[in-house]
């Protein structure tokens, strides 16, 4: 391949890497229980094809994709090619109360990365994903000791964002390390409004707060492959996240007003109190995980993975937010009948099914917020290419209608690309 278009390919990502960054936001309504902590947080592994199998990937390496889950996974790349993933994520949510229901739904870039050689030895991978989203809009009313209506409206968008770049190390035959130094950077807006429906004499009292957040973490990956027979392998992997100290910069702030009710021109009467520039630190705690997979080459992988997080030790500005500890267990595989075949296209198609139950770190008025689902996908070869079309849907639900709580019921789609090229072979002819 000459110089030339390996160049050109190499600038087009870099461009289209920080197109991503810029699109990397969620938009539209999440979940009301973003509010808490650092919003919502996806445990499943982000590439469409593991989002079909329940989002495992401790266990998984391979030469079609980047699993940024388990940075030893690159050492399964080729040592002559390059591989492209791109992903996008849409939801519909049903909103459910003991009273009410409602529907939301959000968008986002779901990941966007890339894996590469160094050496026969050194592989890497670069990419961009979501950590954390926040999204939400609710209204709890409430009545004074002087029966006078009042409703308290909670806003929050934003979220965290992880800019990576890893690299792992073929140690032995079947044993390979790996590391992620990642960027950790994000904003989050949340604000709440009293005000009083009843009365357009009374001023309302608006709460902003604005924070942004950014430092390095880094995440450790172990992952062992044993022989059960000629085409038949076992992957165990072992995964760590590090303690993240991320600084962070608060802009805080509480005026009185007029209006600014539902999309209304608001009217400032007073700013009681202000803080321009807090800076401070975010503490998001240590995490691990491992996982098993069964895989036979070319035609099936069957993997569970387990993973938990001390969200006990979580901390903003010196002070915790009630969180518990989370985990998290997921199951899930792949079938291809035949990839070599040419007399049906369908024989050459992948299908993926998997499931997963979350302990979330969130527990309100005594009751733990957990979340299932179930997820199916597909992924569709292009023909006289290596490059697959990777679809996964995923049905599921978060939290429960006891103690006036929110119950959500969520359909899941990602759609990704997994591009596969030859960048590093000599042609013998121009």
């Known amino acids: 391949m000459r110089l030339d278009n390996t ?6 990502f870099i461009a289209a890497l920080f197109f991503g960054i810029s699109l990397m936001a969620q938009t539209g309504v999440d979940s009301p229980y973003s509010r808490f902590g650092i919003g919502n947080i996806d445990s499943r592994s982000v590439n469409a094809r593991q989002q079909a199998m329940g989002g495992i990937g401790n266990a998984i390496g391979s030469n079609r994709f980047v699993n940024p889950s388990n940075p030893a996974s690159y050492a399964k790349f080729d040592s002559l090619s390059f591989l492209f993933n791109a992903g996008f994520n849409a939801s519909n949510v049903t909103y459910r109360t003991t009273t009410q229901t409602e529907k939301g739904s ?9 894996g590469f050689p160094v050496t026969s030895w050194w592989k890497a991978g670069v990419g961009l994903l979501p950590y954390s989203r926040v999204g939400f809009n609710v209204v709890v009313p409430g009545t004074t000791a002087q029966n006078l209506r009042y409703n308290k409206a909670f806003e929050g968008h934003g979220g965290l964002n992880q800019l990576y770049f890893g690299n792992a190390f073929q140690l032995a035959k079947n044993l390979s390390v790996g590391v992620n130094a990642t960027y950790v950077f994000g904003r989050n807006v949340t604000s709440s409004l009293l005000y009083f429906p009843d009365s357009s004499y009374i001023a309302s009292t608006k709460v902003e707060s604005r924070i942004l957040a950014s430092d390095f973490k880094f995440d450790y990956g172990l992952l062992y492959t ?51 520039s807090e ?27 387990f993973n938990w997080q001390n969200w006990e030790k979580y901390q903003i500005q010196g002070a915790n937010d009630s969180l518990i500890n989370s985990w998290n267990t997921a199951i899930g595989g792949q079938f291809t009948p035949n990839h070599t075949s040419i007399s049906g296209y369908w024989k050459r198609v992948t299908y993926r099914g998997g499931a997963r139950y979350n302990q979330t770190y969130l527990k309100i008025s005594g009751q733990p917020i957990n979340e299932f689902g179930i997820s199916f996908g597909v992924g569709l070869p292009l023909p006289r290419s290596m490059t697959t079309i990777d679809l996964s849907v995923e049905v599921g639900r978060r939290g429960t209608t006891a103690n006036d709580l929110i119950r959500e019921t969520f359909i899941n789609f990602t759609a990704g690309v997994s591009i596969y090229e030859r960048w590093f072979v000599k042609r013998r002819y121009n």
């Open 279 to 305: 800076k401070g630190k975010l503490v998001i705690p240590p995490q691990i995980g491992f996982g098993l997979a069964l895989e036979k080459s070319n035609s099936w992988l069957l993997g569970a993975d």
């Open 106 to 114: 959000y968008a986002q870039l779901a990941y966007f990365s890339a």
């Open 226 to 276: 044993a022989k059960v027979n000629e085409k038949t392998s076992l992957h165990m992997g072992l995964v760590y996240g590090q303690k993240i100290n991320l600084n962070v910069k608060r802009e805080y702030l509480i005026q009185s007003q007029f209006g600014g009710i539902d999309g209304d021109v608001s009217y400032v009467l007073d700013t009681i109190f202000y803080t321009p």
């Open 7 to 12: 160049l050109r390919k190499v600038t087009f």
